[in-house]
């Protein structure tokens, strides 16, 4: 179960093509004549709850729930990739029938998550203990054709490190996201840029984080990763659009929360 979520379900990203991005610079709809449009998110939603549906449109009478088991493992280094198994409880949820969240307690060994939604992207929060040292995380699970899964936790020193050296700090009051933009073939898409009205927009250069300021027309480089720091979000899970332009042009939607942070893996196509 080592082969953890983030990374394994590539996802997707160009969510309702055509429809309106509620920030001040959207990107293009997504045109399926020149890139191809994937949809591996939520679909859109009604109400609070974001992802009612499964990835085929199904409605509430004809959804089909599993009860999963999985572990939690540590994302450790400044790349987020998975590491040790945490050792410390938890709590994990994830959406059921009807866009109701579903938990389970994970024990620092395993948790067993009953009616979960087959989704292409079930989106899973683990809140880890308060004394653990980590920070509650939100990503992706594919879950239409597996029965065990692999969530993980991000370490809270990592995080703030990053921010320190981009010199400022992490708010917990807000939202942060992290995004590796990879091509159909998982490989890492560069010269992408990123927008979402985020109060510290960063990008993964040579090794280091570093902090896109006006002007200074930063882009992904050979990691294609980015940072999307202290976004305002409410205490429940939302969703938020992010637009990417540059060396591939999509709409990312994502699911954020007040204190937590996102990580996605997001599938373009390349100019």
């Given amino acids: 179960m080592r082969a953890l979520a983030f990374v394994a379900p590539v996802l ?30 939520p679909p859109t939603s009604t109400g609070n709850n974001p992802g009612t549906g ?15 088991t999985g572990e939690v ?14 050792t410390s409880t938890a709590q994990v949820s994830a959406t059921g029938s009807s866009g109701a969240r579903v938990m389970a307690a994970y024990d620092g060994k395993s948790f067993q998550l009953e009616g979960a939604l087959k989704d292409a992207a079930n989106w899973f929060l683990v809140v880890p203990d308060s004394k653990s040292g980590m920070v509650p ?5 594919d879950t239409r054709a ?13 995080l703030d490190t990053i921010f320190l050296n981009l010199n400022t700090e992490r708010s917990t009051e807000r939202a942060q ?14 010269g992408v840029h990123a927008s979402a009205s985020p109060e510290v927009l960063a990008y993964r250069t040579a090794g280091v984080w570093l902090r896109d300021n006006s002007g200074t027309e930063l882009a992904t ?12 979000a409410g205490s429940a899970l939302s969703p938020l659009a992010v637009a ?26 390349a100019k």
């Fill in 244 to 269: 990417l332009s540059g060396a591939a042009t999509a709409r990312i939607d994502v699911v954020v929360e007040a204190g937590a942070t996102t990580l996605v893996t997001a599938v373009v196509a």
């Fill in 221 to 232: 480089d050979d990691s294609g990763m980015i940072l999307l720091g202290n976004l305002q």
């Fill in 73 to 86: 493992v540590v994302l450790g280094q400044d790349t987020f990739d998975p590491g040790v198994v945490l």
């Fill in 146 to 158: 597996t029965t065990t899964v692999s969530v993980g936790v991000i370490d809270s020193l990592v």
């Fill in 12 to 41: 997707l990203l160009c969510s309702a093509c055509g429809q309106k991005v509620d920030h001040s610079e959207p990107a293009p709809a997504c045109d399926p004549g020149v890139m191809k449009c994937f949809y591996g998110s």
């Fill in 137 to 141: 995380t939100i990503m992706p699970v």
């Fill in 177 to 190: 996201v992290v995004l590796r933009v990879v091509d159909g073939q998982n490989r890492s898409v560069v």
């Fill in 54 to 68: 499964n990835a085929a449109g199904a409605t509430g009478t004809d959804e089909e729930v599993a009860t999963l």
